[in-house]
């Protein structure tokens, strides 16, 4: 005849498979890419975003530049990424010491490409303050761009904001750096970006 075993003898496994359980749902809540920790989903006030994807930027093949994150509303589409009326959230960590020079260099660079004359002259005191804000960056450092359709494009550094842009047209562009469909910095990670977009 089995005897019932001793509550205390029970106990133990118990909490071990709860942890367990309480461990596994926590992991579920994130995604990591490349050591860096980014959560499924973030609100932008009251509107909850979910992560379309994650992505990385190499350099010469090399050295892994950054990894990046992308959250939209639930369902958005992918025509509408880039639309004025789309909360949308980037967030970057780096891996190396990167200048603010090199970082606004090379957004400049890029958004030469891919704006006519005509469609940046008109944003080029914007693009001026938002490069104002940038600070240089070390191994761990996180810069986050929120847009709010009704606020505009906040740009934050480890969680600290500092500054906003408004403008549907601004946000347009500098996501466009790395989600515009004809020529984005990497096709690769725009592709990563947006995984979960149908």
Do not use: C
Not at 56 to 84: D, G, M, N
Not at 127 to 146: A, T
């Amino acid at each position: 005849m089995t005897r019932p075993r001793p509550a205390r003898q029970w106990i133990a496994p118990a909490l071990l498979a709860l942890a367990g359980l309480t461990t596994g749902s926590a992991l579920a809540q994130t995604v990591e890419t490349h050591g860096a920790t980014f959560a499924e989903t973030v609100r932008i006030d009251d509107r909850p975003l979910q992560l379309s994807g994650t992505g990385t930027v190499r350099y010469r093949l090399v050295f892994t530049v950054y990894a990046a994150a992308l959250h939209l509303p639930p369902q958005t589409p992918a025509e509408a990424v880039l639309a004025a009326d789309t909360p949308r959230r980037l967030t970057i960590e780096y891996f190396h010491d990167i200048s603010a020079e090199d970082i606004i260099r090379a957004a400049n660079t890029k958004l030469a490409e891919q704006l006519t004359d005509a469609e940046r002259e008109p944003l080029g005191s914007s693009i001026e303050q938002f490069h104002d804000l940038f600070r240089p960056v070390s191994e761990g450092d996180r810069y986050r761009m929120d847009y709010q359709p009704e606020k505009g494009t906040t740009l934050y550094f480890n969680g600290e904001p500092l500054g906003t842009i408004p403008g549907g047209d601004f946000a347009a562009a500098y996501f466009g750096i790395w989600l515009d469909a004809e020529a984005p910095l990497s096709a690769s990670l725009r592709r990563d970006l947006l995984a979960r977009v149908d």
